[in-house]
């Protein structure tokens, strides 16, 4: 099924096209990935459309079948892509709150800076948080044997299987996407079955389990000797709020048995190894 997606700066190329009288222009239609020469005529029908999108920046559109969507779902929660930018990955928009960081740097160049402290070459990795899969498509990058990564919200992977930007955590035969809780499923995995973790969780208040001491030790249970974990834990609140977070984070992980454990300020995360 072909897919093209739009967002306000393409639906703007596009219309002033169609205003300018050209027959065709080179825009994105996969968010920025590529771009194409296009008919300006197969959009003169949907003008109305268009300014609508135009008039919607922070979200994402596609055509499929003629019929145009918002790349958005609306159930128990509400999910959204968002444009990052021209050229760069849409970042998750979760009940209004993002999901990836936008300032200062985009969705997959903040996962590279996360994969550096966890992912090498050969590794069999474990990654808790899925979401739309950057931070596993980072790790790959960097030469990992296999990657597990775990995504409870069914929502977020269908978001996911759309993004011209996820493609590859459902296509390499290297990642296994598993849909479940990362609280759950983590007991099925052996004692030391992976050479790193990288925990990606959503803020601190919207998934506390993710930050208990049991899940950590099961963490640290299915992490081999010397094997090393990116914890990802944000900015979330005032600094003083963060600071108390970090702490907390940083005795439990040590109560389970971490050691080395560090903050890496620029990623906003904590490092931690397995003896
Ligand atoms: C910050 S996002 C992860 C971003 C992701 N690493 C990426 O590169 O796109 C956090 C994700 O964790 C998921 N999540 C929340 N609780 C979870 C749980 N208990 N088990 C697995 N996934 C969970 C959310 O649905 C959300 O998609």
């Not at 055509?63 to 159930?75: L, N, V």
């Not at 010397?226 to 944000?234: A, D, E, L």
């Not at 609140?237 to 439990?252: E, N, V």
């Amino acid at each position: 099924m072909v897919m093209r997606f739009l967002t306000a700066s393409a639906a703007k190329v596009i219309l002033n096209a169609i205003r300018a009288g050209m027959s065709e222009v080179e825009v994105s239609l996969d968010l920025g990935r590529t771009s194409s020469t296009i008919r300006v005529d197969v959009y003169e029908r949907d003008i109305d459309k268009l300014k609508k999108i135009v008039a919607d920046p922070s979200s994402v559109y596609f055509i499929r079948d003629g019929e145009y969507y918002k790349a958005a779902i609306s159930r128990d929660h509400f999910y959204k892509l968002m444009p990052t930018g021209e050229n760069t990955a849409p970042a998750l928009v979760i009940d209004g709150v993002l999901m990836h960081r936008v300032k200062e740097t985009n969705p997959m160049d903040d996962a590279s800076s996360k994969a550096v402290h966890c992912a090498k070459g050969g590794f069999n990795m474990l990654e808790v948080c899925t979401g739309l899969g950057y931070s596993t498509i980072a790790c790959l990058s960097r030469g990992v044997a296999s990657i597990i990564t775990i995504e409870k919200d069914h929502d977020v992977l269908d978001l996911a299987r759309i993004n011209p930007w996820s493609k590859e955590i459902f296509d390499n035969p290297h990642v296994t996407v598993i849909e479940g809780d990362a609280i759950d499923v983590i007991r099925e995995f052996d004692n030391r079955q992976f050479d790193s973790i990288l925990h990606d969780p959503p803020r601190f208040t919207m998934a506390t389990e993710l930050y208990t001491k049991e899940f950590y030790r099961d963490l640290f249970r299915v992490l081999k000797s010397n094997g090393v974990m990116f914890h990802y834990v944000g900015s979330p609140g005032a600094r003083h709020r963060r600071i108390d977070l970090q702490k907390g984070i940083m005795s439990r992980l040590r109560k389970v048995g971490f050691l080395q454990i560090r903050r890496r300020k620029n990623v906003f995360g904590i490092t931690a190894k397995k003896p």
